[in-house]
């Protein structure tokens, strides 16, 4: 079984700074992916990035952006010009490609303040 | 939004009192999962589906049975439900079960055992 770490239970950010979200990861598999997903008070799971192990491009979706290090098997995400939006609650995931199966971290939760 | 509904979307029962959780999807995807979200523990798999009929179990899946068979729906039945089943209930569809076919999860089924 995947092991997925999220060490800051929580955390805040004044509103146009930027935040980092830490999550390592345990697991002997050479092909997988990483996810972030955000989950805001209304509950829904956002997907908000993915990465692919093979590829050594970190992935940007706009204001998100991650620091993917493999061999430390650390996949951080960076929230730029935080916005009052961005509170929710963020979940680092693990998908080995070989498995049909997602393994969540415990999320951190992420207070965006004015 | 992936086509994803489940329902109800909040219930109270007795401990003991069966239980039926209802996911339907109009993506026509393979993969249909069952996970559940409690603090401190991110979302935990509890069974999913790779196809009609054919399902396999997930990291909790104790007190749990799924069945699955049309495409487009699947069942989560707690059979005699217990306190610790107090939680929330995430459906989550694919169309791949791979990472390259990121999950797509519904809004989440409130349960309360009393």
């Known amino acids: 079984a995947q092991t997925v770490t999220q060490s800051q239970p929580e955390m805040s950010v004044q509103e146009a700074e930027t935040v980092t979200l830490s999550c390592t990861y345990d697991t002997s598999e050479n092909n997988y992916y990483l996810f972030w997903y955000k989950q805001p008070p209304s509950r829904q799971m956002i997907l908000v990035i993915r990465q692919e192990a093979y590829k050594q491009q970190n992935a940007t979706e706009n204001r998100f952006s991650v620091n993917f290090q493999k061999a430390a098997k650390s996949f951080s995400l960076k929230i730029s010009d935080s916005q009052l939006g961005d509170t929710a609650m963020y979940f680092c995931?693990?998908?080995?490609?070989?498995?049909?199966?997602?393994?969540f971290g415990a999320g951190t939760t992420v207070t965006v303040r004015a | 939004d992936a086509g994803i509904t489940q329902s109800p979307r909040h219930k109270v029962t007795e401990t003991g009192t069966p239980v039926t959780l209802r996911c339907h999807q109009t993506?026509?995807?393979?993969?249909m999962y069952w996970y559940r979200q409690d603090p401190g523990h991110g979302l935990r798999l509890i069974h999913y589906s790779y196809g009609v009929k054919d399902t396999d179990k997930g990291e909790v899946s104790d007190g749990y049975s799924v069945s699955r068979s049309k495409t487009e729906d699947f069942l989560l039945t707690l059979e005699s439900a217990t306190s610790s089943q107090t939680s929330v209930y995430f459906c989550?569809?694919?169309?791949?079960?791979?990472?390259?076919?990121?999950?797509?999860f519904g809004n989440g089924t409130r349960l309360t055992v009393t």
């Open positions: 993506e026509n995807h393979r993969y």
């Open positions: 995931a693990f998908m080995a490609s070989n498995d049909y199966k997602l393994s």
């Open positions: 989550a569809i694919s169309e791949s079960g791979q990472g390259n076919s990121p999950l797509h």
